[in-house]
């Protein structure tokens, strides 16, 4: 039986910040063997030995095989240890973990997929998966909004996808940091905000998101206002993660753990279970 | 199933001698009504008609912290190993051989095995013990008074008040082949009950299932609890419950834990978990400071939800086997049976 504690060397191959306090990551095993099989929407639990272990999403696609790529917003003791690595360094790495994205299902629809700040992250993985596999989804919609326009990630990257995917970024606050003023016009707001119109195919469309607790409500019934059908709204939640397997308990939600029957929820799944997405206080979301 | 006898003195030589091959636990007192699995010393010593430990024999499978492994400075990992002989818990009740079954149930789940809960499941041999229950006790309304399996030998003491006279006898149900082994050799020439004694343990066994003083229907718990998550008790239970997490610690199918790393002086760590519960305020939190359940009422609703309706849903049976530590432990009198029967009393439609 495999002792699924035990955590593999993996060497850092590249680490960057990227904006002020988010480290992109690229890694792979140390001992060669390659990258395990792994899927967009699943997760890796990445440790530096002595301080402690975290889930992090997986950022890179599986159609780009070599290495994983992750990012990682400083905001404590382990992400803070991560920041301080350098190329070279080893970090202790098990997984993959969690169900990924339908992708089977997905296969033929349009995606609409909302990212809200580091929500991004585990999306870019399904959207260089969609790009790099021409034919295999229809169009592929992201919807990507951040506090401000300095905040936005990966932003080079998906905008040089311009020609294959429609994406649209809007900002609560516009500081001029970026060199993408003229995408925002005067335009401020929400990722929610943007949500109206975008979806052309109701029937035939997948949304996935991933955002702050917040958002969810928001960006589901929005998107049910758009004539999704409810089976075709997914969601990637986050939740405190020890083991990433099942056993710990701390990822529990209702009858569902996070961490093995998610981090990818469909919404029936919040209908089911209300604490799963954060609803208004006394007010039945549901339509 | 076959009932073997075994007289009290014959039950002393084999303890003797089996703590001298295997780590031997047994029910200890351990202070008024209190009592403790500590490791064997005499027959004397050891208390047969205790009703139940403060810890549940998770411990032996779960202990309260385990290091997952150690790190040298040069990289190398090295697991710790288990002590050299296997273990014997003498003395289980059936609720508490129910618990380490819905362990099993658990660590094995989602074809991710807990590597080390199995480790130790494998060294660990199982005897039984009969009880009698006491005002806590619910396994009855939870089909867990008695243990169909998940034991390797069983004892029945039916005359549990008499434990001094010289001709006191003890039946025997044999359940794994390692009990037979166990007993080395025993096995084949204990005698048979007789059908009057089988007679009498029939007896015991009805006299016991009328002393039960607690009851609780399971078949609408599932229903009186998520219809009613927002029922104002919850509110009232947050406001009582002090969040100490006693009623999970003490609990035989509370399995919550942390994993965290420590370090040693000389550039080595660990990586070690640690027992913890789900009432307390850090449990769901995430870095940002964000708490998925930051009100004590959520907590203990949440307990609550997944011991009798979460774990049900996704293992086939409630994670509860009815021993009442949790009633007992808590202090300030949060009454796991009361809580449901309230809900369902005051909640569910009444036929006019
Ligand atoms: C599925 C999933 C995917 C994720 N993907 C990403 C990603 O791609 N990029 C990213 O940056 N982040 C991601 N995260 C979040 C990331 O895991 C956290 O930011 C990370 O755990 C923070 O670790 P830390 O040690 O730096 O923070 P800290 O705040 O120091 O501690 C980390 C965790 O330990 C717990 N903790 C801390 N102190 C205590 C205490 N005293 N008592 C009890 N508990 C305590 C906190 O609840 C917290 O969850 C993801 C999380 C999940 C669940
Ligand atoms: S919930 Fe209470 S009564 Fe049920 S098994 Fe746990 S400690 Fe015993
Ligand atoms: S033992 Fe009682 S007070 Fe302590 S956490 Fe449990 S319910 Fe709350
Ligand atoms: S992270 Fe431990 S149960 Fe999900």
């Known amino acids: 039986m495999n002792n699924l504690y035990l955590t593999a060397d993996w060497t850092i191959l590249e680490i960057r910040e990227i904006i002020p306090g988010h480290f992109f990551v690229s890694l792979s095993p140390s001992g060669g063997g390659g990258v395990p099989e792994y899927s967009p929407g699943q997760f890796f639990q990445i440790s530096v030995h002595g301080i402690g272990e975290a889930p992090v999403s997986v950022s890179s696609s599986p159609t780009r095989p070599g290495t994983l790529e992750m990012c990682i917003r400083k905001v404590g003791r382990l992400t803070a240890a991560i920041a301080g690595l350098r190329a070279g360094n080893r970090v202790g790495i098990r997984g993959p973990f969690g169900n990924g994205f339908p992708l089977e299902r997905m296969r033929g629809n349009d995606l609409v997929l909302l990212a809200g700040g580091l929500g991004i992250v585990p999306l870019r993985s399904l959207v260089n998966y969609a790009v790099d596999l021409p034919g295999e989804f229809g169009q592929v919609t992201v919807l990507y909004g951040a506090g401000t326009d300095a905040q936005l990630l990966f932003i080079d990257d998906l905008l040089g996808l311009s020609r294959d995917i429609n994406i649209q970024l809007i900002v609560q606050e516009i500081t001029g940091a970026g060199p993408y003023e003229e995408r925002f016009g005067d335009r401020t707001g929400f990722v929610t905000d943007l949500i109206p119109g975008s979806v052309t195919r109701p029937t035939r469309t997948f949304a996935a998101m991933c955002g702050p607790p917040v958002f969810y409500r928001y960006a589901v019934s929005a998107l049910l206002a758009e004539g999704l059908s409810k089976r075709l709204v997914y969601m990637s939640l986050e939740r405190r993660m020890e083991c990433g397997i099942g056993k710990c308990g701390h990822c529990g939600v209702g009858y569902r753990y996070t961490c093995v029957d998610g981090p990818i929820f469909n919404y029936w799944d919040a209908f089911n279970m209300p604490e799963l997405i954060e609803m208004r206080e006394g007010e039945p979301w549901i339509s | 199933?076959?009932?073997?006898?075994?007289?009290?003195?014959?039950?002393?030589?084999?303890?003797?001698?089996?703590?001298?091959?295997?780590?031997?636990?047994?029910?200890?007192?351990a202070g008024k009504q209190v009592h403790r699995f500590e490791p064997y010393t005499t027959f004397e010593e050891l208390d047969l008609s205790y009703t139940r430990t403060v810890l549940p024999p998770k411990k032996f499978v779960f202990p309260p912290e385990e290091v997952l492994f150690n790190r040298a400075p040069s990289g190398e990992t090295t697991v710790p190993d288990?002590?050299?002989?296997?273990?014997?818990?003498?003395?289980?009740?059936?609720?508490?051989i129910n618990g380490i079954r819905i362990l099993d149930t658990f660590f094995s789940s989602f074809d991710k095995p807990d590597w080390y809960y199995q480790r130790r499941r494998a060294r660990l041999r199982i005897v039984g013990l009969s009880c009698l229950p006491d005002e806590h006790c619910f396994c009855r309304s939870m089909d867990c008074d008695s243990a169909a399996s998940g034991f390797d030998l069983f004892f029945h003491d039916i005359d549990p008040e008499n434990q001094d006279r010289g001709e006191k006898v003890f039946f025997v149900s044999l359940g794994t082949v390692e009990g037979d082994i166990m007993l080395a050799d025993r096995a084949d020439t204990l005698p048979e009950a007789e059908p009057e004694e089988l007679e009498a343990l029939l007896e015991y066994t009805e006299r016991r299932e009328s002393a039960y003083t607690l009851d609780l229907d399971p078949s609408i718990l599932p229903q009186a609890i998520k219809l009613h998550q927002a029922d104002p008790l919850w509110d009232r239970l947050g406001e009582q419950c002090l969040a100490c997490g006693v009623c999970s610690l003490g609990c035989p199918t509370c399995t919550c834990f942390n994993i965290r790393d420590t370090n040693d002086l000389e550039g080595g760590s660990s990586r070690v978990r640690n027992w913890d519960a789900c009432l307390y305020r850090d449990f769901a939190r995430v870095a940002g400071d964000h708490n998925f359940r930051p009100h004590r009422s959520e907590r203990i609703q949440n307990r609550y939800y997944h011991k009798q309706v979460g774990f049900a849903e996704a293992f086939g049976k409630p994670s509860c086997v009815g021993c009442g530590r949790c009633i007992k432990l808590c202090p300030t009198g949060i009454h796991f049976v009361e809580v449901f029967q309230s809900l369902a009393r005051e909640r569910l439609p009444v036929d006019e």
Not at chain 2, 21 to 29: A, G, I, R
Request: charged share 25%; hydrophobic share 45%; proline share 9%.
């Open chain 2, 1 to 29: 199933m076959r009932v073997l006898k075994i007289s009290r003195d014959q039950l002393k030589k084999w303890l003797d001698e089996l703590s001298g091959t295997v780590d031997l636990y047994v029910p200890m007192p």
């Open chain 2, 82 to 96: 288990l002590p050299a002989r296997d273990l014997v818990l003498f003395g289980v009740h059936p609720c508490d």
